[in-house]
């Protein structure tokens, strides 16, 4: 081909389009990231550009650039059609889009033609020589794209939103991109045990300069029950069934506003209605899941459990927290639900068979990871009544230098089975040293100290806690 390989790729990194915003397939499930998209698609016309965009990333990292195509074709059809005065501006992201689909499909002749194309609307659009502009809109569907691709871009979402804003401050779309990285970024903070921002009057906003927006509405009303303003929170539920009965997106988040509330069948009967409207959704799976076991511990707590009852809503949470690692198996709490489920059941090898096989996963985040060692502890001291393997797993998440919150329940599981055991006489030195053990991971290194000396006065031989010992002392 006539077209440098070189130069063309040069060209194409400096574009802004999906295949420069560095989203990697390895944080979604491509299957039901797709999914989402066609939902959203059919729920709402006014972002079918940038639903189009994304599915056409997508559609090339399922490898089917074919499809990929139809999609952009797709998004120009709606450009012409709605947009016909600013076909150019609304069209840089998708061009972008079809240059490098172009480009992987070794068709370098075209991709050069979108290249171009790009190129020569960015001069006209600008009146910079250099031709660089820093359109809003671009911005946005850059952040709408982060926020797709999950928790790991939720920062760089909300910078984009703020990029675009600086702009543009009363802008519906922007705001409201902005309060949704806000209120995600607050629960992986909360998550985290981190310093939470608060996003109840970005929230607001949104809402203000978007009264239809029911997804926002629904946000408020959980980040009210967040503060525990649970009852005004309810009011903006109530109000959003009002508005959009039929919308899935508002009906999951009323259904979690209910569930946490304790009103689970309320909840159930929402999630059936959205499941209803669109089946695929591993959300919605995961949340009757959820709903399912808060019932089955709810009947185990009453005096005389009915069997059948139990065995029928045991089967329902396993199939729906089955299809939810079928179809995102990257959804890595969805794990600890489902043995934790096998475990209420007493089907203790399936529970086990499913911790065994996420703790193998090599893509497991560290707090996810902390978390499932949590709950494998949990399983081993409770169900299968093994304190010394329950310890061995609490250590293993206790290991891990960051502290998220399954780190800090893994402590906490920890120093209450060891003082128990050391309370009740069973003092010996194992249990000293293993309590001196968790002070040295959590920084308490005069605590680890007094129990490594007890521990030893008990086995005066014991290489490790002597080590330890030793090395604690030259530390302080």
């Known amino acids: 081909s006539t077209i440098s390989k070189d130069s063309l790729k040069t060209s194409l990194l400096q574009l802004e389009c999906h295949f420069t915003w560095t989203l990697l397939k390895e944080h979604v499930g491509l299957e039901a990231l797709e999914e989402t998209i066609l939902d959203h698609i059919e729920f709402f016309v006014e972002y079918r550009i940038r639903d189009y965009n994304i ?23 709606f450009i012409q059609k709605h947009h016909p005065g600013e076909i150019a501006r609304r069209s840089l992201v998708t ?3 079809y240059a490098w689909i172009y480009y992987h499909m070794q068709r370098y002749e075209e991709a050069q033609t979108y290249v171009s194309k790009v190129e020569n609307s960015y001069k006209n659009l600008s009146s910079t020589a250099d031709g660089k502009i820093q359109l809003p809109e671009i911005y946005a569907e850059q952040g709408w794209s982060l926020l797709r691709f999950g928790r790991n871009y939720f920062e760089k979402a909300k910078n984009c939103f703020e990029n675009a804003l600086k ?3 009363d802008d519906p779309d922007f705001n409201a ?3 949704i990285a806000m209120y995600r970024l607050e629960g992986l903070a909360a998550r985290h045990g981190d310093e939470m921002r608060p996003c109840l009057e970005a929230l607001k906003r949104a809402v203000e300069l978007n009264p239809k927006d029911t997804t926002a509405v629904a946000l408020i009303a959980l980040e009210l029950q967040r503060l525990k303003r649970g009852n005004e929170g309810e009011r903006y539920i109530e109000e959003g069934l009002q508005k959009t009965p ?16 304790g009103e689970v069948n309320k909840a159930v009967k929402i999630l059936k209605k959205a499941l209803a409207l669109t089946p695929n959704s591993v959300v919605l799976h995961h949340q ?4 399912y076991k808060f019932k089955i511990l709810q009947l185990k707590n009453t005096r005389y459990t009915p069997q059948e009852e139990m065995e029928n809503l045991i089967q329902l949470a396993i199939f729906h927290f089955k299809r939810v690692i079928d179809k995102k198996p990257v959804f890595f709490t969805a794990y600890s639900d489902l043995a934790n489920i096998y475990a209420l059941g007493k089907r203790y090898e399936e529970a086990e068979e499913i911790f065994q096989e996420v703790l193998q996963r090599n893509d497991l985040p560290c707090d996810d990871k902390q978390d499932i060692y949590f709950n494998y502890g949990n399983f081993q001291q409770f169900h299968m ?4 393997k329950a ?20 402590s906490k599981a920890l120093e209450t089975l060891l003082n128990q055991k050391i309370k009740s006489g069973l003092g010996d030195a194992t249990n000293i040293g293993t309590l001196g053990l968790v002070h040295n991971l959590n920084g308490k290194k005069q605590e680890a100290i007094e129990c490594y000396k007890k521990a030893i006065a008990l086995d005066p031989n014991n290489e490790e806690y002597l080590n330890a010992l030793a090395e604690l002392q030259l530390s302080i």
């Open 95 to 97: 061009w972008g889009n």
């Open 391 to 410: 310890i061995e797993c609490y250590i293993e998440g206790l290991k891990m230098e960051e502290d998220f919150y399954g780190r800090k329940m893994c």
């Open 288 to 291: 009757l899941g959820l709903c």
């Open 246 to 261: 039929n919308f899935p997106l508002f009906l999951r988040y009323a259904a979690i506003f209910y569930r946490r509330k």
């Open 385 to 388: 009544k093994s304190e010394s």
């Open 55 to 77: 599915l056409s990333y997508v559609c090339h990292l399922k490898n089917s650039n074919e499809e990929a195509l139809k999609n952009l074709r797709r998004a120009e059809e």
């Open 167 to 169: 702009s543009e401050p």
């Open 177 to 179: 991109g902005y309060a």
